[in-house]
């Protein structure tokens, strides 16, 4: 009996060590990620009482020869609890008089997860900004849902960011680094999507490439006026403050 009870459980062991070690985790790559906006919807929303004389009619001719949405390209490299995600070359030709800038990608952003810091190159109009903080914090609750995005099973977390912004994430576990797009980070594992459902923009991850990355690609961008998350906010508002709703909305995409 006890030489039966041995072997049964030197059988369970056996089978519990092979399950583990068909287990990977990915520890560095790149993954490509696509942004999409509903560009009509983001419009919409900048037209009111003030402005609708004089935009709304342009704003029917619009959509008669554009498509409602819009999608650009980024990458995220990670490896060495770093990560970079770089926006790639907007292909799409912009409407000067449309330009919703939530649409638009205009940071490379460096995260070192060992040290918390975070170096974020912003283009804002014509000014290159280095933003040099503290990584961000975000209060996230983690859900039952799950789903598969680009091979990798995720499960669901949301949050509020910005004081007002509702944020969707899927993120896995199968990845180490808890990055994700944009500044969207501090899930026990990598985000593959973020959805902003109010502001009509949300992320997903189409390829996960698994491959050593040098170190010399994970490096912090360098050019640029250096400023805190607080003085850029500073900034920002001081610029904005006369622009009103279109203001404000500069001011969210900015500040992403």
Known sequence: MKNLITTVCCFFIVIG???????????????????????????????????????AKPFEEYKKNNPQFKA????????????????LEDEEKRNNFFN??????????YTDFSTGMSTAQKAVFEQTFLLK????????KITDETRDIAGYPCRRANAIVMDSIYVVAFYTDKILITGGPESFTGLPGM?????????????????VTETPIPENE???????????????????????????????????????
């Not at 399950?19 to 509903?38: L, R």
């Not at 903080?133 to 996230?140: E, F, L, P, V, Y």
């Not at 360098?222 to 850029?232: A, I, M, R, S, W």
């Open 17 to 55: 060590s092979c399950m583990a070690q068909e287990v990977h985790f990915t520890s560095s790559g790149i993954i490509e990620f696509e942004k999409k906006s509903n560009i009509f919807a983001l419009i919409s929303k900048e037209i009111n009482k003030d402005n609708e004389d004089w935009v």
């Open 218 to 256: 994970i490096v912090p961008p360098k050019k640029g006026k250096t400023v805190n998350n607080q003085l850029f906010r500073e900034t920002l508002n001081k610029a904005l403050k006369d622009w009103g709703t279109w203001g404000h909305s500069y001011l969210k995409a900015f500040s992403l």
């Open 72 to 87: 650009a390209k980024s990458t995220l490299k990670f490896g060495n609890n770093k990560t970079l995600f770089t926006p």
């Open 191 to 207: 985000i593959l999507q973020v959805a902003l459902p109010h502001e009509n923009v949300s992320w997903i991850a189409t390829k």
């Open 133 to 140: 903080d503290t990584t961000r914090k975000i209060n996230w």
């Open 100 to 109: 919703t800038e939530m649409a638009n990608q205009n940071s490379t952003i």
